[in-house]
């Protein structure tokens, strides 16, 4: 088993949702076995940080966990081919290490979060817009890795309890993963929900197998943690899932390059 664990998708009090500062979150890191963290901050339509303060803040915690972490500068970004030159000024703004690429809403639509809940036709209308604004997302570029694939499941089926999920897109999810490896992209595995009873890697593991046939092989592994106590929670998992999935190692971002880790 490997003794290499890294979790690459945590909040800090620089996301809006987040509960704890970098410090706290990086000391969280050391306590649960931790080898590496990244913070990956919400910067997006909705909510964006202060670049000159954030910076300042990841040094601190990076200076007070030297020796102890390797703590990684990331951000998450939202619906970022719409933000324009916001998004090329935040990349600009400092040197991350990884930046994460993900769709929280269809365009002109709330965030799933904030969506009521619909009957299974409306849930896959509204999937096959989602797929299509991922897909613009993925054409534009400018991140490392997709986030949490199956995002509008977590509450469609995790929250409202619909029979729904991504198989009726099949041709869909091929067209975006041969898009996400021809543009030197990766794939997460979002472990938030295994948090609740019942809850589900996202993706799952049949999308995992379909990336991986479609000439998918840069993956991590993240927790979405927004608080301490939820740091490196369920990353042995998510390991465990590429594992099955048939991937060999996990990448784990510096200087917005993957740098390998074997899955043993
Ligand atoms: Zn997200
Ligand atoms: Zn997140």
Known sequence: MSCYWADVHTHSVFSADGHDTMGALAEA???AGLSALCITDHY???SSFDPGPHHTAFEEAHAAVSGRLALLRGVELGEGHTL???AEALLASGPFDFVLGSCHCVHGKPDFYDM???DRAACLALIAEYLAEVLAMVRWGRFDVLG????PLRYMVGRDGAAVDFSPFHDELRALFRAVVE???GLEVNVSNLRKPGGFPMP???LLTLYRACGGEIVTVGSDAHRTGEVGAHIREGYAL???AGFQRVAVYENRRPVWHPLR
């Open 242 to 244: 590429l594992r099955e």
């Open 204 to 206: 799952d593991l049949p």
């Open 84 to 86: 324009g030159a916001r």
């Open 29 to 31: 890191a050391v306590c």
């Open 44 to 46: 997006d339509t909705w």
């Open 183 to 185: 543009g030197g992209h």
């Open 116 to 118: 009521p809940r619909m």
């Open 148 to 151: 949490h694939l199956t995002y």
